[in-house]
């Protein structure tokens, strides 16, 4: 088994966390722990989840759920098994694997964490559903990146990071790992790898700008910014201007069929000039030049610091859940966590998702090949039948004319 760095240093010891959810849907009591959203929308337009090891497995006996119906809507929530209230100091860490066997070419198979306790109603959980984190990958087009949305309730929205992050998009299972930590910071793992991190407040558009531009300066109105002037001493040569940049072709000549009378007064072509040479006055540093100006800042008034960006669960988080559009369905999501321990998080990831990550990919890697070979075998087998079609036609010319050559 392949260990993570930080995984090793803790392999042989006990972890110290509170784990709120694992999921590994394994076995049948899966659909007594997780409701369908069943009046988000029409049954029309819902898709239905299926349990299953996949067309590539390390272990038969190892489940996740899969979208299992193209161009349709998928709502699933269930409740953690303790809920989460975010606290001074305190981390939250989200993990699941999503593996699109698919291809997805435009879907989503990102994560939520919901608040809402006892109110909360799984049968209408959907796109409007107010959510305290939304994390994952999201593919459509040339658009494929994972995300990570966290509200703010001085803006009253929901706050996209301000820069993109990678998201796998191969046929095999991928580990997705999001940590907020309780010091205002977060940190992305893809498969135990760290992809992106940072303090809240830089990453995320929630506060105001520590500084702006002050509104009491401007630039003066002597500043130079060009860097270049004319040369004042380099002029145009004399009877430049007299000199056309065109001229009638002198080896033309009037064609014979020309009538002046119907076609006009005959002119010749106009053809460039070989004594024309454009002339572009000579540029020197300009000795004036003081560089480009920038607008001095000050420090912003509507600035306020804040230290519990972090707390995402502020009133508790109690539920987590899947809201999406597939085009084309069959990714499947597996092995859910939901702590506030890094370690806890990453020894599961060592139990499930590096367990058996090399097994997927042997099985993943034979199924291709001996699709390729199938592939190749059927190319080979139409490329026979053409020519064995292109030889009957022969036969049947040599039938039509082999008896007429007597006769030419």
């Known amino acids: 088994m392949k260990f993570s760095t930080l995984a090793a240093a803790f392999a042989f010891g006990s972890v110290n966390g509170e784990i709120f959810m694992k999921e590994q849907f394994n076995d049948e009591g899966w659909k007594d722990r997780w409701s369908v959203a069943s009046d988000w929308k029409s049954s029309s337009e819902m898709g239905e989840w299926k349990q299953t090891s996949g067309e590539w497995y390390a272990d038969e006996k190892d489940l996740g759920i899969q979208t299992s119906e193209d161009a349709r809507f998928y709502g699933l929530s269930a409740e953690l098994s303790t809920e989460y209230t975010s606290a001074a100091g305190k981390d939250l860490v ?5 593996k699109h066997e698919q291809k997805l070419d435009c879907g989503g198979a990102y994560i939520k964490l919901l608040p809402g306790g006892a109110k909360f109603h799984p049968k209408k959980f959907g796109g409007d559903t107010p959510y305290s984190v939304m994390f994952g990958p999201d593919m459509c087009g040339s658009t494929k990146r994972t995300h990570v949305i966290l509200p703010h309730k001085k803006k009253d929205d929901n706050v996209l990071i301000t820069k993109d992050i990678p998201c796998e998009t191969n046929q095999l299972s991928h580990l997705y790992t999001l940590v907020i930590r309780g010091d205002n910071s977060f940190e992305v793992f893809v498969d135990n790898k760290s992809v992106r991190e940072g303090k809240i407040e830089d990453e995320f558009d929630m506060l105001a700008e520590k500084e702006i531009e002050d509104p009491d300066q401007s630039k003066p109105d002597d500043w130079v910014e060009e860097r270049e002037i004319e040369d004042p001493e380099h002029k145009k040569p004399e009877g430049y201007d007299n000199i ?3 001229i009638p072709d002198p080896e033309a000549t009037k064609p014979d069929d020309w009538d002046d009378e119907d076609d006009g007064e005959w002119e010749p072509p ?3 000039n070989p004594d024309w040479e454009e002339w572009e006055p000579k540029m020197i540093p300009n000795p004036e030049y003081k560089g480009a100006w920038k607008h001095p800042k000050i420090a912003n008034p509507e600035y306020a610091p804040d230290d519990t960006l972090h707390a995402v669960c502020s009133e508790g988080c109690s539920h987590v859940g899947f809201e999406l559009w597939q085009v084309k369905s069959g990714t499947i999501f597996d092995d859910i966590m939901v702590t506030d321990s890094l370690e806890e998080a990453q020894k599961f990831a060592e139990e499930t998702f590096f367990a058996k990550k090399d097994g997927e990919k042997d099985m ?3 199924a291709e090949k001996k699709k390729k070979e199938e592939d190749d075998a059927r190319m080979a087998d139409q490329m026979q039948d053409e ?4 030889g009957e036609d022969d036969d049947d010319e040599d ?5 007429m050559g007597d006769e030419f």
Do not use: N, R
């Open 94 to 98: 989200i993990q699941y694997t999503v």
């Open 244 to 246: 056309p940049p065109e």
């Open 270 to 272: 106009m053809v460039d």
């Open 364 to 366: 993943f890697d034979t």
């Open 387 to 390: 020519d064995e079609d292109e």
């Open 399 to 403: 039938e039509l004319f082999g008896d």
